[in-house]
């Protein structure tokens, strides 16, 4: 038994010392005063400064971000819609049809999903002569394409838990069904959609497969820009680059935590107090 | 609005199949303005599927529900003046307490002001005025009822429907809450339909009742017709406590009937049932507290002798258990009106006892 219990702990240990190792040392390697990425010179944030002054990664950052904002949008506002009708509409024709539609992106190898946008593209332009170009829109539809399957998975599995009764008690006191939308089913699964944008927000940020079948020339966004230049070999400013990036994603995360276990914590300190009242 | 005699809901020949089930059976019943009615049957029998045919989250596969006179069929959930309490309480959990009891009212034309001051009369009512601010889950569950009901009360509907509003509260609860529901019902003069699994909660809520079994209708009466006339064995085993036993009958005369019971040992006068023959297998029932026991032969007709099997006191009755010579055991209670403990019961263990009933006590039922 305690060997057992040994041997799964270390295991866990080796596995998050994997996960985790090289981010830290990328992290550190981030603040090396040496230009050699292998070679520990002191400790300096002359990458930093140098990567802000550049204006190829300002400019692909802002792109990145551009693309995030609005693919993480829309992806929840579809995804939303697509979620709540799954979870609620039981009996449709053509429901499997639908929701295996909707979640196949989700297993599909993203070099699929990636040529399949191009090919997409590539044929539009040709019937209808849009999208001329490939760059910014391209990219962000088909972001919105795959990020928004797992908005509908987060959102359909909230739906499937929250009580359909109070759903129908608005109708019951006379509310519409886009009244009942509005007032009862949006603010209850409010959790699970931001969450769901959340998470299409840094699924986007950090794409490289799909976005480089996806834009085009001036186009390039962080994920893409550190990708050719990691080509060149791993530089210091690259730790920094990616350093940012895996900041940015986990402020993001952590908000998010801090934001969903305080209402949780909140929630739960209420009833107690409640039964503690008039138990 | 409603033509002259035309009961304020009637149920008309209404029948729901879930696929290839068929979970309500043909039912028709009125319900006057102003009653209690409650619905009673065990788990699954259609109960909650009926109500929710009232409130319109289910269409009929058949049969119509006509509510003042306007027929129901079609009307959508919203535009029916019929609210419901549903059985999970179904509050708005991001709402408060008095933004749960006045949502209805936003579909009313009336000033910000009326709106407000109704929604305090309503809190008023369900005294919970200290609590409009607070959120569901910051409230206890006798409370969450209580929001629920005045949330289905605050755009006086003609006719409100009440899933089993009870079952959630523990017993004391209960019965405060009860005659709760009781006083609310008389002051707003609305129609209650009342879901209930627990006969003892028809029995003091109703003004009328409908027994229910497996989708059908089986009876319908008043609290008293139900306990003391069920008019099949289903009902009078729901509803209280009976023991029965199969009988012949042997006889019919003038509003009485002569049945030859074996297993009480003898024959049982009791009064006519109509629609029963001579030399019909019927079935005699009684219920315990009509079961009277004595030492001493009683006068009239229907006494058995026995020997006391089994005996329980329970402060304010006894139970006991009586042996006949057939072998079959009878339940008898016996109310301790004098106050003299576990002394001054009619019998002891082992004691030969009669046990007899009133020919007007015995039901008899054509099953
Ligand atoms: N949407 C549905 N689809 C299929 N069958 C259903 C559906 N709703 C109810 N039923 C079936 O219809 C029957 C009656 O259900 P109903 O909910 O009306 O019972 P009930 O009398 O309210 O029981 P309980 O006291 O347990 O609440 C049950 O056998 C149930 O399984
Ligand atoms: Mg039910």
Redesign the pocket.
């Known amino acids: 038994m305690k060997r057992r219990h040994t041997f799964l702990v270390s295991m866990l240990g080796f596995g998050f010392a994997f996960f985790y190792i090289p981010i830290l040392s990328m992290i550190v390697y981030s603040f090396n005063e040496s230009r050699l990425a292998s070679v520990w010179g002191g400790f300096s944030t002359k990458w930093y400064v140098s990567l802000f002054s550049n204006k190829q990664v300002i400019d692909a950052l802002i792109l990145s971000l551009e693309i995030a904002l609005v693919s993480a949008s829309i992806a929840t506002i579809l995804g939303t819609m697509a979620g709540i009708a799954l979870a609620r509409f039981t009996k449709f024709r053509g429901r499997l049809l639908f929701s295996g539609l909707v979640t196949a992106p989700l297993i599909m190898p993203e070099v699929i999903t990636g040529i399949s946008s191009l090919m997409f593209f590539i044929l539009m332009a040709q019937w209808i002569g849009w999208p001329a170009q490939r760059g910014f829109t391209t990219v962000t539809l088909a972001h919105i394409t795959f990020s928004m399957v797992f908005v509908t998975t987060i959102v359909q599995a909230r739906m499937l838990q929250s009580d359909r009764s109070i759903e129908e008690a608005a109708m019951d006191l006379g509310s519409r069904p886009w009244e009942v939308l509005r007032d009862v089913t949006l603010p209850v699964i409010s959790p699970a959609v931001m969450s769901g944008w959340l998470l299409a927000f840094t699924i986007s940020l950090d794409d490289v497969v799909i976005t480089s079948f996806t834009t085009g020339p001036g186009s390039t966004t962080l994920p893409l820009l550190i990708w050719s230049k990691v080509k060149l070999g791993v530089t210091p400013d690259i730790n920094a680059l990616a350093t940012l990036m895996v900041g940015i994603v986990a402020i993001g995360v952590v908000i998010a935590g801090i934001f969903m276990n305080r209402a949780e914590h909140r929630r739960q300190r209420d009833e107690q107090m409640a039964f503690r009242a008039n138990g | 609005m409603a033509a002259a005699g035309e009961p304020f809901l009637r149920i008309e020949n209404i029948s729901k199949f879930?696929?290839p089930?068929q979970?309500v059976k043909d039912v028709s019943l009125n319900v006057a303005k102003g009653e209690i009615f409650s619905l009673l049957?065990?788990?699954?029998?259609?109960?909650?599927?009926?109500l929710r045919m009232l409130a319109g989250f289910e269409e009929p596969t058949s049969g119509k529900i006509f509510l003042d006179g306007r027929d129901m069929t079609g009307v959508a959930p919203w535009d029916r003046p019929v609210h419901m309490m549903f059985?999970s309480y179904a509050l708005f959990p991001h709402m408060s307490v008095e933004k749960n009891i006045g949502y209805g009212l936003k579909h009313e034309k009336m000033s910000a002001q009326k709106k407000a001051s109704r929604v305090r009369e309503m809190l008023e009512l369900v005294q919970l005025v200290p609590y409009a601010t607070r959120k569901p889950h910051q409230i206890s569950g006798g409370q969450r009822q209580r929001v629920a009901l005045a949330r289905a009360l605050a755009r006086q509907p003609k006719l409100l429907l009440l899933d089993?509003p009870l079952a959630a509260l523990d017993k004391k609860l209960r019965e405060r809450t009860q005659f709760e529901l009781m006083s609310i019902q008389q002051r707003t003069g609305v129609t209650f339909i009342v879901?209930t699994?627990d006969q003892e909660e028809a029995m003091t809520l109703s003004d009328r009742i409908a027994v229910?079994d497996k989708?059908e209708v089986k009876q319908i009466g008043s609290p008293g017709e139900v306990y003391e006339f069920p008019n099949s064995k289903f009902v009078a085993d729901f509803i209280g406590s009976i023991t029965s036993f199969p009988a012949t009958i042997l006889e019919r005369q003038t509003g009485q009937l002569r049945l030859s019971v074996p297993a009480l040992g003898g024959e049982v006068m009791a009064r006519d049932v109509p629609g029963l023959s001579e030399g019909q297998e019927a079935t005699l029932a009684i219920r315990p507290e009509k079961l009277l026991i004595s030492k001493d032969r009683p006068e009239g007709a229907n006494a058995f002798q026995g020997t006391v099997k089994d005996l329980a006191y329970f402060g304010k009755d006894s139970l006991y258990r009586v042996i006949l010579p057939s072998g079959v055991l009878v339940q008898a209670h016996a109310v301790n009106a004098t106050r003299g403990g576990e002394a001054a019961r009619v019998a002891d263990w082992d004691d030969r006892v009669w046990i007899s009933f009133a020919p007007s006590s015995a039901i008899v039922l054509a099953e």
């Not at chain 2, 049957?41 to 009926?50: N, V, W």
């Open positions: 879930f696929g089930f979970a049957g065990g788990s699954g029998c259609g109960k909650t599927t009926l059985q089993e879901v699994h229910m989708g």
